[in-house]
């Protein structure tokens, strides 16, 4: 864990060692990790946006990076848009930020500018902090996360708390070169980008408009050894036959439940690679990883895990530490946390001999019948099935039981010249869930699909008929 506050991400990247031959990639090119410290290399506008709230809303990640660098410790506030955010939305943003500045490059903005950057008018009264007779500020981050109303809650970190899970100082003896599915504007994105910038290491951003064939050939062809994701990114790779052009050492699964199908796959596919997986979200920070390949976690890592205090409460995780948000910004902005400092993950938890599961969110729940249905605990168990690539369980409406569970299934790729027997597949999934589960938990239809729904955040798209 690093200790203490961190002055600024350029001083940190800049204590982690020697950079040469270190860069951060994105599909159009490289930029030395050197130069971004240096504010030469895609952006070194400092000085006009000291002591305000800026808004980065690039298209590319490699822009991103480079205001993020240069920006923090002399912004008062950084709010991370991630690209897909809806134009409409960007009002609401801009007045719970308090936003008087904007980088972009995009000209959907219609800011009337034809720059690669631009700024809003500044209207506010800057009233900057003075260290050691420079202006020097403790930078929020700010990240956006989903809301019930439609627009997005933002959801307020330091610098510190963002990183309070990383240890720069456990490098180990031959270079890390990092990728992410993520985009680094969201929470588990940036968490990598933060590893490679604090440990001085190479990091290969992905694309949005990159195929994942090519994008995992170009993680190849950079050398790739560490490389993170969704459980529902990782699916959406192993089909591709570029999956078997990468050969990492380190492989991570955040961000949806990680179920025994998945660990398995990845185990055959990478065998070389150490295999882990980790609980974290916006609010609540980095709370834990798993090292043993199994899904769940034990029980003992509630009570055991450094720097971090955790309960079960009402079936759900609760989580505190110094690593989680302070606030959701916003006047009516709902509370963060508990009275004792405690973040409601909504994440519900079983325990089962000495090892915990994690079964659904507490608003992902399908009643049928009166009892509680948790899609992701029939998806682990369908998922299981070899001829299985991934699966999403949905409800359908009724109107003897209010609701049925279906489950819609993507079905590995099979041989040239080899079809699936649809059928047969259907019907074994079906004695599977039999076998497995409770009645009123087995799909009353498996449909094979070509594909699912995968948001921009790389989980899952979930929907109720």
């Known amino acids: 864990m690093l200790q203490g506050s961190l002055s600024s991400l350029r001083n940190s990247i800049k204590s982690a060692g020697e950079l040469a031959g270190c860069y951060v990639h994105d599909v159009d090119g490289r930029i030395a990790l050197s130069d971004l410290i240096t504010g030469s290399a895609l952006y070194n506008r400092g000085e006009e946006l000291t002591g305000r709230s800026v808004l980065l809303a690039t298209q590319d990640q490699l822009t991103t990076a480079s205001a993020l660098i240069e920006l923090d410790g002399v912004a008062r506030r950084l709010v991370l848009c991630p690209p897909d955010v809806p134009l409409e939305h960007f009002p609401h943003i801009v007045e719970t930020a308090e936003v008087d500045a904007i980088v972009s490059d995009r000209n959907a903005l219609q800011l009337g500018k034809s720059a690669p950057m631009y ?59 990092w990728s992410t599915f993520y985009d680094i504007r969201r929470y588990g994105g940036l968490q990598i980008f933060l590893r490679a910038m604090l440990s001085g290491s190479t990091l290969v951003l992905s694309s949005a408009h990159e195929s994942m064939a090519d994008f995992l050939a170009r993680a190849a062809a950079n050398g790739v050894t ?81 720097d971090v205090e955790m309960k079960i409460e009402d079936a759900t995780l609760r989580i505190r530490s110094s690593r989680i948000a302070s606030c959701y910004l916003g006047e009516r902005a709902p ?105 009123h938990k087995v799909p009353a239809a498996i449909n094979v699909v070509p594909s699912l729904a995968i948001a921009e955040s790389g989980k899952m798209v979930r929907r109720n008929a």
Not at 275 to 300: M, N
């Open 119 to 177: 700024f809003s008018p500044v209207s506010r009264k800057l009233e900057p902090s003075s260290q050691n007779g420079k202006v020097h500020y403790q930078t929020e981050w700010v990240l956006l996360t989903s809301g019930t109303t439609g627009f997005p809650k933002l959801v307020a970190h330091t610098l510190d708390s963002l990183a309070g899970a990383i240890d720069p100082a456990q490098r180990p003896p031959q270079p890390i070169v």
């Open 226 to 306: 560490h490389i993170t994701g969704t459980p529902s990114h990782w699916r959406r790779a192993l089909m591709s036959s570029s999956a078997q052009l990468i050969a990492p050492r380190y492989v991570r699964l955040s961000g949806e439940i990680v179920d025994q199908g998945i660990l398995n796959k990845l185990r055959s596919t990478y065998p070389q690679a150490k295999l882990v997986h980790a609980f974290a979200s916006t609010e609540a920070g980095v709370a834990f990883e798993v090292h043993d390949g199994a899904s769940g976690f034990p029980a003992e890592t509630l009570t055991a895990t450094p």
């Open 335 to 439: 509370r963060l946390k508990s009275e004792d400092g405690f973040v409601d993950t909504t994440d519900i938890v079983e325990t089962r001999d000495g090892r915990c599961y994690f079964a659904g969110r507490r608003d992902g729940v399908i009643n049928v019948g009166g009892l509680k249905v948790y899609p992701e605990e029939i998806e682990a168990v369908i998922n299981r099935h070899p001829e299985v690539q991934m699966s999403a369980v949905r409800s359908k409406k009724s109107p003897l039981t209010g609701a049925l569970v279906v489950a819609d299934v993507v079905l590995k790729p099979e041989p040239a010249g080899m079809t699936h027997d649809v059928r047969a597949i259907q019907d074994d999934i079906l004695l599977l869930c039999r076998e497995s589960l409770l009645s």
